[in-house]
């Protein structure tokens, strides 16, 4: 099953329940887990509820258009603070905070990097990574997320308005 079918079928229910669609992937050969990953759209955290809403929504529609031959699991879940970046978008939003990404193909000698988002330029990502600027083509990322940092904890934090302990 190619996995932009299942994403090109997932995203408008996601999207209609007024959330942004994050990634899809299936986890597992016998009884696989379907994972859908959402986020908000309004900066809001996603609750346990707006998950259920989502998957009450994608169990209907996959029920009905059985796109999946075997029997599965389905999760909806939200990103988490070391949420993965899928789209252009995710990284423009987050740049200047601390990601990992893995490259299909070598850039510059390397497809693993540790750095600082410091632009996006067209379609390529400027990191800064040991001292070094690299520019990486967003379409030879095969995956990102963000580096949980102190800097992105206590913002996470001052957001929530939670007190140090």
Known sequence: MQKHYLQDMIEPVVTEKGFELVRVITIGQSNPTLQVMIDSTDGHDITVDDCAVVSHALSEMLD??????????????SPGLDRPLTKLEHFKRFTGYEI???????????????????AVDGNNIML??????????FELISKAKLVITDELWAEYMAAHE???F
């Open 100 to 118: 990992k990404l893995e490259t299909e193909e070598k850039v510059e000698m390397r497809k693993r990097f540790k750095g600082k988002i410091i």
């Open 128 to 137: 800064a990574m040991e001292e070094e600027q690299y520019t990486i083509p």
């Open 162 to 164: 939670v007190a140090d």
């Open 64 to 77: 009905e258009k059985d796109p999946i031959e075997s029997r599965y699991s389905l999760e909806v879940s």
